[in-house]
């Protein structure tokens, strides 16, 4: 299965390590830009990212 970014609205830490401990391979936003960043990452920039990289 083709890893996937996780919305910051879907949580950092309780939903990754669910879908982790499932065996999914996700990147949450903020493993990739760092906090606070990722509070303010642009929508077209994580997708952009996202999308060349999966």
């Known amino acids: 299965?083709?890893?996937?970014?996780?919305d910051r609205s879907l949580g950092r830490v309780q939903l990754p390590q669910l879908l982790r401990d499932d065996g999914w391979e996700l990147h949450t936003l903020a493993e990739v830009f760092g906090v606070p960043k990722e509070e303010t990452v642009s929508d077209v920039e994580w997708l952009t990212l996202a999308g060349a990289n999966g």
């Not at 299965?1 to 996780?6: D, R």
């Open 1 to 6: 299965m083709a890893p996937f970014f996780l």
